[in-house]
């Protein structure tokens, strides 16, 4: 009797111990399904897009950067949510730009040049809100990141390293016999500064000294204008936002003067500046969209080394050309392309 009750136990007990693993073993991998259905298919991420003023290039990035989620697979209307925001160039709007953003709690904040991008680190810094910037031609300077391969600042991006020295070349063969180079940049912007420095460090070797001016304002732009071209023999113009947003000062002053402004990408080119060695800026923001989607698929922000972007191609307007009757180099022969 005591053995049959015993035996009886035993099976109780088996069947037990079978239907909890097998709800164990349901419950989990139910659980797990829906975790990855919400992750893949019903997440709709938000992105803050802060873009720093309303030109050409910045623009230019902005589409890239669209067409680019679009190409890895993040739509608007399907799975993200973009809240895209421009500064007018004011460094106060950056700020409020940010700070809601991170009130709002998005998923990534991507910032367009650098004033946006220093604005959304600060703003984001603690928040576990990853920062991703574009056109940031120094990042390190910023001190948005330790170093291009090692960020550790909760933020990354892509870089626009100018390509100086070919821009430099280009001077020199257009204007054989210029000997000033006129600058015109923002004296509180990173960039612009780290481009400076380099210019001037190049100019010795083509026969150059560089004439700068700085500005802190639009407003001051035009006096600043007239005192630089009384200077110089051309100007060279970098992606000093405050300046490329007011170019159209700079391109109408030195017409009159017949003085070449030569740019520092194809917008400016197009916009009246005589040649630039480009870089292309849709591409950047392609780029820019490649690590977003990287973010978003779950890799740590700080795990994402800087991208630099530095290839160029030589452009030109010939337009202004004729207008300033200037010849093409023969070095720029069977490379150069006109833009209208």
Do not use: W
């Not at 989990?28 to 992750?39: L, R, T």
């Not at 209307?77 to 421009?86: F, M, R, S, V, Y």
């Amino acid at each position: 009797m005591f053995n049959k009750i015993k035996d009886n136990y035993k099976k109780i007990i088996s069947l037990a111990l079978v239907l909890m693993l097998s709800l164990g073993i349901v419950g989990c991998s139910s659980d797990n399904g829906s975790k990855g259905s919400n992750q893949d298919i019903d997440k709709v991420f938000k992105i803050g897009l802060t873009q720093y003023a309303p030109h050409p290039s910045l623009d230019n990035i902005r589409e890239g950067f669209i067409q680019g989620l679009k190409e890895e697979g993040f739509e608007e209307g399907k799975n993200i949510e973009l809240d895209i925001t421009n500064a007018d160039g004011k460094g106060e709007n950056t700020a409020m730009i940010a700070q809601n953003y991170v009130a709002k709690k998005y998923d990534l904040i991507t910032a367009i040049a650098t004033p946006s991008a220093m604005a959304a680190q600060a703003a984001a810094d603690g928040k576990n809100i990853p920062v991703l910037f574009s056109a940031v031609s120094d990042p390190v300077s910023a001190k948005l990141v330790e170093s291009l391969e090692v960020t550790n600042r909760g933020a990354t991006g892509t870089s626009d390293a100018l390509p100086l020295e070919k821009q430099m070349q280009m001077i020199r063969a257009f204007l054989p016999e210029a000997k000033k180079i006129g600058i015109l940049y923002t004296t509180n912007e990173v960039n612009s500064q780290s481009h400076l420095e380099t210019f001037k460090a190049l100019a010795p070797q083509y026969g150059f000294e560089i004439v700068a001016i700085g500005v802190n304002t639009p407003s001051d732009i035009p006096l600043a204008v007239d005192t630089l071209l009384a200077q110089v023999d051309c100007v060279n113009n970098f992606t000093d936002n405050n300046v490329v947003n007011n170019l159209a000062i700079l391109i109408e002053k030195a017409k009159e003067k017949k003085i070449p402004v030569f740019g520092s990408e194809e917008e400016q080119v197009r916009n009246g500046c005589i040649a630039s060695e480009s870089i292309d800026y849709v591409e950047l923001g392609r780029e820019t969209a490649k690590m977003a989607a990287a973010i978003l698929k779950g890799s740590p922000v700080d795990t994402l080394p800087v991208k630099v972007i530095s290839e160029s191609k030589p452009v030109a307007n010939k337009e202004v050309m004729e207008a300033l009757g200037i010849e093409l180099p023969e070095a720029y022969e069977e490379s150069i392309e006109y833009l209208k």
